[in-house]
């Protein structure tokens, strides 16, 4: 007899879900951001719209209010374009059986160029500032809200001639970088990395310090600016001690501050031509769980000059907190972007899209912070960034939580942030790897281990430099700098105004000034779009002529009038100079270059 085993039978079943979505009626549906629309809402987009006067003239099937929201979700989709786009929008609202327009990419394109910048600008301005409470872990120091400035210089733009032309090319030392990059400047709040502010820099604006100095008026009394060494000038530190704020800034390592008086823990009082400073200076060694060893020497400016409220050892480990600044960055650069080149090819796009990145951002960051208050106690840098956003995605393409309950304070991303939080901040140092090719730091090598290495202990050793209250004369070269070499620019202009008349081509400019032929040929290219040159031929070049003189006025004393015909021109005596006239054409000089331009008027 065999036995047959049994049969276990399964019972399938479905089950049907009945979902309300309550959005905003007629064509303004797919104007949302899902759960976020309520950081958002749609009263304060349509006052920022009357305010920048961008409201539609009649009513249509894309209005401006869903502009708005649609630009705001490209930065959730960086990877596919507007039609995709649009239909997350529209995904939850045909599912929910709502009439949804059916809109062309064009129609979408033309609806950015309709916006421009202004709105989104304002809607960033309004969302832009401290988010947490001062009771809130890692917000606050002795009471002062600590806050960080710092540039963003690696987001990609299309390589236009319009981008090219308001960002100028990156210069390597192995050539030029293959996209133009965006320069940003930011003002974060080092506790939940939130940005107080920003700023966008074109294509003469190289100096960190100078950008920063838009930022300023932010700034108030009782926050703490922490500054890293590329803004170390004087100047800087003056105007952001006038605001009230204190600072506490790394110093370059050719400063030498004069040594008025010693402190007790180990700083001393200085001066910065006139700015009343304390300094820090002291000798850090960490040592690593592996057993490697990293050392490195500060010099820290502060105007804290309390040394019993703010001890010396206090600041040194809290100077550390200025890199959470390039948390911010971190998330905004490659979580949200995934290294990808921005859409837009000319200057309004570009300052539309960053200002709704940096929107979107905001946006998240206050998710992610109205989450972590409701537990009393916990770090907001525990929150995760990738959480968060992945959810608002969710909530997007389902078209949920555009108008929470009233009840719900933490919806759907704060409950998700919640569930995810990250561990409590480990003390380590990082390898510091440089992957690109093209980076003047390829080369760098300061003992750092190939892997994130724990630390086990950081040993601090003070310095404090004996007392000189005299100040020290400055310190004058011994040798005079040998003139520099005439830059290439120079060379090719010198040969090309030694005969006006003549027209160069780019292989005899190159055979002459024995350049190689490529990269001559792409540097005429450079100096013909920006002006500088002229192109008269195909391939050939030449300086614009200047505009012919232009006579004198008559002379209305005596009566005289100029004979018709030809007037020959005054001739000048070696030691004698013609006077300049109101009609005298000024050359322009660009930054960083000691060459003249000609002006536009030539041309």
């Known amino acids: ?11 399938v079943g479905t089950r049907t879900i009945t979902r309300a979505v ?28 009357a305010e920048t006067r961008t409201v539609q003239r009649r009513l249509r099937e894309l209005p401006s209010r869903a502009g708005v929201y649609f630009v705001l979700a490209l930065g959730l989709f960086p990877r596919i374009g507007y039609a995709r786009v649009w239909a997350k929008l529209c995904a939850g609202l045909s599912g929910a059986g709502l ?26 301005e309004v969302v832009a500032g401290p988010l947490a409470q001062p009771r809130t872990p890692g917000t606050c120091f002795a009471g002062l809200r600590t806050v960080a400035f710092d540039g963003l210089n690696s987001l990609k733009v299309p390589d236009t001639d319009r981008n090219r032309s308001w960002m100028g090319r990156i210069r390597y030392r192995m050539g030029f970088a293959g996209y133009p990059t965006l320069r940003l400047m930011c003002l974060a709040e080092t506790g939940t990395r939130g940005l107080l502010g920003a700023t966008i820099g074109a294509a003469g604006d190289r100096d960190e310090a100078t950008l920063a100095l838009r930022l300023l008026p932010l700034l108030r009394p009782g926050m703490l600016l922490l500054l890293d060494r590329g803004f170390d000038a004087a100047t800087f530190l003056t105007a952001v001690a006038r605001t009230g704020a204190m600072l506490l800034a790394r110093a370059r390592s050719q400063r030498v501050p004069p040594v008025l008086t010693h402190l007790p823990d180990g700083s001393y009082l200085s001066d910065l031509d006139g700015l009343a400073v304390r300094i820090i200076e002291a000798d850090l060694t960490m040592r690593g769980a592996d057993g490697t060893r990293i050392g490195d020497r500060y010099r820290l400016i502060t ?16 100077y550390h907190e200025r890199w959470e600044i390039e948390s911010a960055y971190l998330a905004l650069r490659h979580t949200m972007l995934d290294g990808h080149v921005l859409r837009s090819g000319d200057r309004a796009g570009l300052e539309q899209e960053v200002w709704a990145l940096l929107t979107l951002y905001q946006l998240l960051r206050m998710a992610m912070t109205t989450a972590v ?20 995605r969710d909530q997007l393409t389902a078209a949920a939580g555009i108008y929470p309950e009233p009840t719900d304070l933490l919806g759907v991303i704060g409950q998700a942030v919640l569930a995810t939080l990250l561990p409590a901040r480990r003390a380590r140092y990082s390898a510091r790897k440089v992957k690109c090719a093209t980076s003047r730091y390829l080369n760098r090598d300061d003992g750092r281990p190939t892997a994130p290495t724990a630390i086990t202990t950081i040993d601090i050793l003070m310095h404090t430099p004996a007392p000189d209250p005299t100040p020290r004369p400055r310190r004058v070269p ?20 030694s005969d006006p008349r003549r027209a160069w081509s780019g292989t005899e400019l190159a055979q002459t000034l024995q350049v190689p032929k490529r990269n001559m040929l792409t540097q005429l290219a450079e100096w013909t779009r920006l002006g500088l ?14 505009p012919p003189p232009v006579p004198p ?21 070696a030691d004698e100079q013609p006077r300049p006239t109101t009609d005298t054409v000024h050359a322009h000089r660009l930054p960083g270059n000691d060459t003249p331009t000609p002006p536009a008027s030539w041309t």
Do not use: C, W
Not at 22 to 49: I, K, Q, R, W
Not at 553 to 573: C, K, L, M, N
């Open 1 to 11: 007899m065999t036995s047959r085993p049994a049969r276990s039978t399964a019972t």
């Open 478 to 497: 011994s040798r005079p700098r040998a003139p520099r070499p005439p830059t290439r620019r120079a060379r090719v202009t010198a040969l090309l105004g």
């Open 22 to 49: 309550t959005v905003a009626a007629g064509v303004f549906a797919p104007g949302h951001l899902g759960e976020l629309t309520s950081y958002l809402p749609f009263e304060l987009v349509d006052d920022v719209l």
């Open 303 to 318: 105007t804290l000059l309390d040394h019993r409220r703010y001890p010396a050892d206090a600041l040194i480990q809290l």
């Open 533 to 546: 040159i002229a192109r008269t031929n195909a391939g050939s070049y030449a300086l614009d002529p200047p």
């Open 99 to 124: 009439a949804v327009p059916a809109v062309s990419e064009k129609a979408l394109r033309d609806l950015r160029r309709r916006l421009g910048p202004a709105p989104l600008k304002a809607l960033f």
């Open 373 to 392: 208050e409701t537990r009393p106690g916990t770090n907001p840098d525990r929150a995760s960034f990738t959480t968060a956003l992945e959810t608002a």
């Open 553 to 573: 006025p008559s002379d209305r004393r005596s009566g005289r009038r100029e004979e018709r015909g030809t007037v020959e021109p005054r001739q000048h005596s």
